[in-house]
């Protein structure tokens, strides 16, 4: 009974699968238990360290709270002023001017209760100031009679971003007036730098409105924006909680915030999610590696056997499939006799293989290009010109004199010549143009992002160059060339055209008297134009 192919496959499994399934067997239950704990030890490290940034969170905001209370005690106390008390402002213009050297704000103010500024210590006593239009401290203070802070606004004098920390001054049982202290958000930067963040967490302090006070990085740009969204919704639900979001300038990051129960400012902290995995991934690492380990110690001697004999047959694999290919065959010693006498087999092959092909697309005697490698490189460089919108032209070379060198001194002299040209070809154009020899005495060259014109020229040179005594042996020889020029895209668009073309124009200009170009675009001008100029480069 014959055996059906799907039996036939199972009963005759590779190396590679057999070991693979020993090993998933032994590894895939410590795998799901590993993936369960590492998952587990994830979510309790980020857990931990959201606590941790809010317990942070907390304590910068309890510092700013403590300034807000440190500026409202000084007020409080300046408030006690008689000269307030009796209403000589011009007096306690000047006290407020002296108080204002021992305090971190900016500048004192004194508004009535109709919001009149009636003095400010950033202006000249007297000096007509403006009226704020139903400030929202101001009304919080008259209402409730304590003292309070401000959200972020642009000030009417300082004309920029402020704050105001504001206590209520109380004459006969009622409030008078609302003395305020001015504070700029850059006072606030302290409380950032003093907890020495890391340079890549972003932490801001907010105010009641969600708008940007302070910022550790580029706090210019952002003072006055109001925060992301997520974070503004989360304020706005709870006073404390962590959460992933992006920062205003677009980075992931782990939030943490804080919001104060007094004044309703909060500071928050982000912690880019790139930095905690990478953390967190250092950590998973060692785990996997504790468990490879672990598992090493029984699969070894089972893993070492039959590498050997998987690599030894895999490692023939990829240099016999690029058997054929331009690309050198290398193949590392392998660790059976019989495996390394096909892999000497695979070298030599290649290597024959390889001469096969180089003799099949080059000239044996000039090793340069032969017609059947020429056809293919142009085509290739006629796929680029298309897609640049590039120029190319083509020259056709026939030497003048060859035959009777070759019929006068015999083909071994003549060779030598055919050889002596080539390299006199090859050192007179770029790497990047091509050449090939058609056969006999005939020549082709390739200029690439030339046109006509140039390339016209650069054949009257060529045959200068072409045409100087060459000294084979004892034998002087001199000959000279004809060449045709026929240019992509004005003589043809294709490879076969344009040698044709270019080939009678070689014929063309040797009709002329050889030792002359001529260009397929209009032959018998363009040969006229070249003698000429031969002659007179002559």
């Known amino acids: 009974m014959r055996n059906h192919p799907f039996l036939t496959k199972i009963r005759a499994p590779n190396i590679r699968t057999s070991l693979a399934g020993l090993v998933i067997g032994c590894v895939l239950p410590i795998a799901v238990v590993a993936a369960f704990l590492i998952f587990n030890f994830y979510e309790y490290e980020q857990r931990q360290l959201a606590v941790n940034s809010i317990s942070q969170a907390r304590s910068m905001i309890s510092a700013v709270d403590r300034d807000f209370a440190s500026t409202q005690a000084a007020l409080q106390a300046l408030s006690t002023s008689h000269r307030l008390a009796s209403g000589d402002l011009s007096g306690f213009h000047a006290r407020a001017l002296e108080a204002l050297l021992n305090l971190p ?5 004194v508004l009535d209760t109709s919001g009149q500024m009636l003095l400010t210590t950033a202006q000249p006593f007297g000096k007509q100031l403006p009226k704020l239009v139903n400030p929202p401290l101001l009304k919080r203070t008259l209402e409730t009679g304590k003292p309070g802070v401000s959200d972020l606004f642009i000030g009417p004098i300082a004309n920029r971003p402020i704050f105001t920390i504001a206590v209520p001054v109380k004459r006969d049982g009622s409030i008078a007036y609302s003395l305020n202290a001015t504070v700029e958000p850059a006072q ?11 340079d890549s967490w972003r932490a801001a302090i907010i105010d009641s409105a969600g708008n940007v006070v302070a910022r550790t990085h580029d706090m210019e740009k952002f ?29 992931p990051v782990l939030t943490a915030y804080s919001r104060s129960p007094v004044t309703r400012w909060t500071v928050a902290i982000g912690m880019p999610l790139d930095e905690l995995t990478a953390g967190l991934r250092q950590t998973l690492k060692w785990l996997i590696v504790a468990t490879v380990a672990a598992l090493f110690i029984g699969l070894s001697l089972a893993w070492f056997i039959g590498g050997r004999v998987a690599r030894s047959v895999t490692a023939l694999i990829e240099p016999a499939k690029t058997l054929g290919s331009d690309a050198i065959l290398t193949i590392p010693h392998l660790h059976f006799k019989e495996a390394n006498e096909l892999r000497q087999a695979l070298l030599d092959g290649a290597t024959t293989l390889h001469q096969a092909q180089y003799h099949a697309h080059h000239d044996a005697l000039t090793g340069l290009k032969n017609r059947t490698l020429f056809h293919i490189a142009i085509n290739q460089q006629l796929t680029l010109c298309l897609r640049n919108k590039t120029e190319l032209a083509m020259l056709y070379i ?3 004199g060859f035959k009777l060198i070759n019929d006068t001194y015999g083909h071994e002299t003549g060779d030598q010549l055919l050889r002596a040209v080539s390299v006199r ?4 154009v770029r790497k990047s143009e091509i050449i090939a020899r058609l056969g006999g005495d005939e020549f082709a060259i390739a200029l690439i992002h030339s046109d006509l014109e ?15 005594p060459y000294q084979l042996g004892e034998i002087e020889a001199t000959i000279s060339a004809s060449i045709g020029v026929a240019g992509y895209p004005i003589s043809a668009t294709d490879g076969d055209t344009l040698l044709k073309k270019a080939d009678r124009a070689m014929y063309r200009a040797k009709s002329l008297g050889k030792r002359r170009v001529c260009t397929a675009s209009n032959e018998s001008r363009v040969a006229e134009e070249s003698t ?6 002559v």
């Open 105 to 109: 704000i900016e500048n004192i103010v």
């Open 188 to 198: 606030l930067s302290r409380v950032l730098v003093e907890q020495k963040l890391p």
């Open 223 to 251: 003072v006055g924006k109001k925060v992301e969204q997520h974070l503004l919704q989360g304020i706005r639900t709870s006073d404390e909680n962590s959460f992933k979001s992006q920062t205003l300038d677009g980075i």
């Open 398 to 400: 026939d030497l003048d």
């Open 425 to 428: 070809l090859k050192d007179a």
């Open 454 to 468: 140039n390339a016209a020229y650069f054949s009257r040179r060529l045959i200068e160059i072409i045409s100087k």
């Open 532 to 537: 000429a100029k031969l002659q007179q480069d």
